[in-house]
T-cell receptor
């Protein structure tokens, strides 16, 4: 099976712009979660989608949003970019069933905000 | 906020030696997982241990969990240069089905 794919791998934006990141989960996986990784704050949970519905949300401002499509692919959007949004954004997929909850991560999208 | 703290923050050992990393957390968990990350890339799942388990093995990896102390350890035996990476523990809190709360990570360097 193909792994989790994320596009684009690298992005450079300027303050005030908006950005959309994409994640394609492993075939058959219905849960997609997003995480932000920065040197200062480490890995932080953004949100999780399962069956096109947001199931859980981390402590991030409303500028961060996401959605999931019927084929389980997910996008996250960040509006009005700030310098502090520069980070590695990771997406993870899981079957979303049972207690195992093993998550498989994509390679990430490195966002730089200038 | 981060649930876990990892100790040490950095560890440097010689190839062939064992490496032990510790993780502490604050609240009740459903399970605890360990991940590896190579130099700013994606995370690779290593092992999952449920809250009712005390020890688990996978190849050269051994994980222990002490829920009374809210701590876990990851032991890598007979380390190799290729084990050089950052290692993170992540907890799934009780009632939080898929959200991972990560520790701060341990940077392991294995010298050839």
């Amino acid at each position: 099976k193909a792994g989790v794919t994320q596009t684009p791998r690298y992005l450079i934006k300027t303050r005030g712009q908006q950005v959309t990141l994409s994640c394609s989960p492993i075939s058959g996986h219905r849960s997609v979660s997003w995480y932000q990784q920065t040197p200062g704050q480490g890995l932080q949970f953004l949100f999780e989608y399962f069956s096109e519905t947001q199931r859980n949300k981390g402590n991030f401002p409303g500028r961060f949003s996401g959605r999931q499509f019927s084929n389980s692919r997910s996008e996250m959007n960040v509006s009005t970019l700030e310098l502090g949004d520069s980070a590695l954004y990771l997406c993870a997929s899981s079957l979303g069933r049972g207690a195992r909850n093993e998550q498989f991560f994509g390679p990430g999208t490195r966002l730089t905000v200038l | 906020s981060q649930q876990g703290e990892e100790d040490p923050q950095a560890l440097s050992i010689q190839e062939g030696e064992n490496a032990t990393m510790n993780c502490s957390y604050k609240t009740s968990i459903n399970n605890l997982q360990w991940y590896r990350q190579n130099s700013g890339r994606g995370l690779v799942h290593l092992i999952l241990i449920r809250s009712n388990e005390r020890e688990k093995h996978s190849g050269r990896l051994r994980v222990t969990l002490d829920t009374s102390k809210k701590s876990s350890s990851l032991l890598i035996t007979a380390s190799r240069a290729a084990d050089t990476a950052s290692y993170f523990c992540a907890t799934v809190l009780s009632g939080s089905a898929r959200q991972l709360t990560f520790g701060s990570g341990t940077q392991l360097t294995v010298l050839p």
